[in-house]
Nanobody, 119 residues
């Protein structure tokens, strides 16, 4: 069964860091590009970052460029999103799914992981 499970969200103060994990099972994750998306209340879901399995190329939206880093785990069954310099506007539910790069999702959506940024 193909499944992606997000984890690692939580409460952070502005300027702090969090690392999100996207764990895949049931398919060869590194054959695909995997994207991270976020959805804040009242806003559309937006693509944040993606990483291409074949060559490790990465993409970042302008809103997170320079602050977020996407990477593969050593086993290539996990994709991480390391978020630094968090801002209140980064607060959202974060999801991961296979994408056509850079941000055209074609997989199903999981439950996501909540990120709250507040002082």
């Amino acid at each position: 069964q193909v499944q992606l499970v997000e984890s690692g969200g939580g409460l952070a103060q502005p300027g702090e860091s969090l690392r999100l994990s996207c764990a895949g099972t049931g398919f060869p994750m590194d054959y695909y590009a995997i994207g991270w998306f976020r959805e804040a209340p009242g806003k559309e879901r937006e693509g944040v970052s993606c990483i291409i399995g074949r060559d490790g190329s990465t993409y970042y939206s302008d809103s997170v460029k320079g602050r977020f880093t996407i990477s593969w785990g050593n086993d290539k069954n996990t994709v991480y999103l390391h978020m630094t310099g968090l801002k209140p506007e980064d607060a959202a539910v974060y999801y991961c799914t296979p994408v056509v790069p850079p941000s055209d999702p074609f997989g199903s959506w999981g439950r996501g992981t909540q990120v709250t940024v507040s002082s």
